[in-house]
């Protein structure tokens, strides 16, 4: 069968792609799968996120683990690392998150945790597929059928812990938080008004079918305008699923995950003597500079918050994260959190008594374009020779002021044109360039 899993888990259009047959039958291979490591009677955690399909979806792989004898806590609508978090506060065996994280309402995903809340592995998912591909298994039945327990206060001991790790006085601040109608609704502004902030929620009305829509981390803007519209002094725009952050000043002026990490990682470096910083290529050259100014090493991974926690792990990294607003934090969190991050950024701001636009002078961004090629063979990628010419001949004209990266989306049906250049102008001309040979060399029409 066909590679399901991508860069963070089963995504895909919900009813199309992601079937309830085929949550049904992941459902029962986790299940499977945690048999053959030797678990009699495997445990979950499962959440969902707010839009529509979630609801059917998450029916589906309920199903699948109960029928395959696992017992199920279904902590209802919450964000991805409250999922994370739950499975091992409650010592269950694994935990499924159901989201397609910033992805528009039609698409759903599936995403798993395992025992110690961390994404599975490749081998881990690898081994999934292999039981789904395999002949089906007996189900359970009598007393051996798994049970489902509805656990909504699950998220309670998560935002107890978010609080916790604030080592801060964040009255006063005045926040704009745009929750992006979706998992972040129901916890971002109350868990910022118990720290105290003075709090404008935007988009923290969930319909099922709202999320993400013209909201969130993928439209910083609202936020941006809505910071200067009620003269707050900082800005945090969520993700449907809430593991991701980006932010904008009291100008108005939007901060970038890169910029948000570079923060971060000062104070860090300050307070802590922290050594190292983990990041994905995709990262802003501009955050490598500034690093290196401050004398902090860079270890780059490939794309996937999951292949930043790898690599933290096995360097005792204390912090990584992702250009689209993914930050991990080691001692707190076992993957990227978008609230976490948020009450981090504030208390930074807070103990610093500096605003985020001169926190936020730590890096210069270079400009960067990124363009997606669709309706095109992305798995033709490795060999398109006359692409990679082309690459190479714009890596030659930009030499160190700039840098270029093609990949095929692990998401999405499409192949990513990344270029960065001391202007946008130079960006963009590459990147239109590249985009071009892109499509004539791997375009299907």
Avoid at 9 to 33: D, F, H, I, Q
Avoid at 52 to 77: C, K, P, Q, T
Avoid at 129 to 140: C, D, I, K, R
Avoid at 230 to 252: C, E, K, M, P, Y
Wanted: proline share 4%.
């Amino acid at each position: 069968m066909p590679q399901l899993f991508g860069t963070d888990g089963v995504r895909g259009v919900a009813n199309a792609e992601l079937t309830p047959e085929l949550a049904l039958a992941l459902g029962r291979a986790v299940v499977a799968v945690l048999r053959e490591q030797g678990v009699t009677r495997p445990r979950l955690v499962v959440g969902r996120d707010p839009r529509a399909s979630g609801e059917m979806i998450e029916a589906a792989l309920v199903a699948g683990i109960a029928s395959a004898g696992g017992d199920v806590s279904a902590a209802g609508v919450v964000t991805t690392p409250a999922v994370a978090f739950a499975t091992v506060a409650e010592g269950a065996d694994a935990g499924a998150m159901i989201s397609a994280s910033h992805n528009p309402m039609p698409d759903n995903g599936i995403k798993f945790f395992d025992r110690d809340g961390y994404k599975l592995t490749d081998a881990d998912e690898r081994r999934v597929e292999a039981v789904l591909a395999g002949p089906a298994a007996v189900p359970a039945v009598g007393a051996a059928i798994g049970r489902v327990s509805a656990r909504p206060d699950l998220v309670d001991a998560y935002v107890d812990h978010l609080e916790g790790t604030v080592d801060a006085d964040l009255s006063g601040l005045r926040v704009v938080v745009d929750c992006a109608n979706g998992s972040a609704s129901s916890v971002a502004p109350a868990l910022l008004r118990r720290l105290g902030c003075d709090v404008v929620a935007l988009s923290a009305a969930p319909d099922g079918l709202n999320i993400n829509d013209g909201c969130g981390s993928t439209h910083p803007e609202v936020v941006a305008e809505a910071v200067v519209a009620t003269g707050a002094d900082v800005g945090l725009a969520h993700d449907g699923d809430a593991d991701r952050l980006i932010a904008a000043d009291a100008s108005g002026a939007v901060v970038a995950g890169a910029v948000i990490r570079a923060v971060l990682a000062r104070q860090r470096h300050s307070e802590r003597g922290l050594a190292a910083v983990v990041t994905t290529v995709m990262t802003n050259l501009g955050f490598k500079q500034a690093m290196s100014d401050l004398g902090i090493a860079v270890v780059e991974t490939a794309v996937g918050d999951r292949y930043v926690l790898e690599a933290m792990r096995a360097g005792g990294h204390p912090l990584g994260g992702e250009q689209s607003g993914h930050v991990i934090f080691a001692e707190h969190a076992t993957t990227g959190d978008g609230i976490l991050t948020a009450v981090q950024l504030l208390a930074v701001m807070a103990r610093s008594g500096r605003p985020l636009h001169d926190l936020a002078r730590v890096m210069r961004r270079l400009p960067q374009v990124l363009v997606n090629v669709r309706d095109v063979d992305r798995s033709a990628l490795a060999g398109a020779e006359v692409l990679w010419k082309a690459v190479a001949a714009e890596e030659a004209e930009l030499g160190a002021d700039g840098r270029v990266l093609v990949r095929a989306s692990g998401t999405e049906p499409l192949v990513r044109v990344m270029v960065e250049a001391p202007t946008a102008e130079r960006a963009s001309a590459a990147a239109d360039r590249l985009a071009t040979v892109a499509a004539e060399q791997l375009g299907t029409a």
